[in-house]
């Protein structure tokens, strides 16, 4: 019997008053009763339904009684409910600090038969469509989350672009995840791991045992093969999603959701970048790529006083990043980008370079348009760097690859971006649902607007 995780938002007082509370897909439980009558068990509970129903109601110390309803009427405990199996017991639950034992928002599992949910798969040649998995059900150490945002990464397009053969149709796809905790696996322990916290996820897991797992790189594990969510695990594009414990990352309550999943991977990049680079506020920096992690590099770099030249082959992305606060802007195809940097720098050019791009072209001007003693980051996928050792060395270059970020960065970034007021959810030019994935993934493919997220 799968386990299914559905919510309710109630803002509850300290008394319930009788009132219709939302439930989960079809299904109703309109509530009726008075507090004291349900308790002088002589309530009355119409049901309006059309498969299961979970409800929360308030009892009178910051108690609250979890009713499931299915096709049978029964009375237990002097409550007439239609429910199915056994009506669960009154639940304990953390209580408000001002003692009232208001719950803004509280999910519990729930079972029944047959539960599954839609989530995105990528089945080669760019063809999307939404498939049918059970929801999945936390083993030890692991949780489950609700997802409430699911970013676009660019990285996604190498493998929805891929030809069928070359693909894997049977997992969900999404590595940018960001929810709320719904359901913990037994015997499972953690900051974290707790009902109701919102959290991202750093989108790996290794051993969990060995040194680069215990820094924070499980992405780096040297003792098993590294699992991805979104990739070889089930990722986030679906309504739930099953991870292990250790990969939770707190969201800040000043964050929205969608900030949550930018930070999971492309704000997150651009920031592992910059710790590895030692971004300081002194800096001339110039960004390859005025994409998602482009943007987010513009915006944490910008945060840190630095100066900022954007380049990119669109003008409506640099457009974009002047709005995001560059200083300057490039356009590769408008003449020389070593001439066009020299005269925007007077001839010192960037300190720091960070590639975004992925192209060849924009890995090969870096080396052109740093500074002495500069340093290149490159994190852009899908290119070759092709190094002309005299190049490198004569101007005394640091060149730094940049894979994501350790988990205490996704942390660091995300303290960033609150500390400093970012507006991360500016970086977001489309919002979209789980059933428009196939129009989504298109439009993204074309590479021609900002970052999107499903916002579930």
Known sequence: MPVAYRRSFLSVRSQLHPQTMPIWGRTFLQVTAAYTRVFAKDAALPLDFAGIALLFCQGPHGRYLRVRASLKRQRDNGINAIYGGTIPRVAHLPRAEDGRGTLDEIAEPIQRWGARMHGVVFEGDSKVRLASFPDPTPGPGEVVLEIRASGMCGSDLHVYRRPPNQSNPAVIRGHEPCGVVVAVGAGTTGAHARMGARVMVHHYAGCAGCMQCDSGWPQMCEEVP???????????????????????????????????AAISCGTGTAWGAFERMGLSGRETVAVFGQGPVGLSATLIAKAQGATVIALDI??????????????????????????MVGELTHGKFATMVLETSGATSAAAESIRIARNWGTIGLVGIGGEFRLILSQVLRKQLRVLPSWTMSIQAQRACSDFVVKK????????????????????????????????????
Not at 231 to 257: C, I, N, W
Not at 314 to 321: C, Y
Request: hydrophobic residues 40%; aromatic residues 10%; glycine residues 8%.
């Open 226 to 260: 590294i699992q991805v969510y979104g990739e070889d695990q089930h990722g986030a594009h679906a309504p739930y999603m099953k991870v292990r414990a250790d990969t939770l990352v707190p969201l800040d309550d000043s964050l929205s959701f969608a900030a949550g």
């Open 421 to 456: 007021g970012i507006d991360l959810d500016r970086i977001f030019t489309h919002r979209w649902r789980l059933d428009q994935a196939e129009e989504a993934y298109q439009l993204f493919s074309q590479q021609s607007s900002g970052k999107g997220v499903f916002l579930i």
């Open 314 to 339: 669109d003008d409506d992305r640099l457009q974009v990043a002047s709005s995001f606060g560059a200083d300057f802007t490039v356009n590769p195809k408008h003449g020389d980008v070593a001439d």
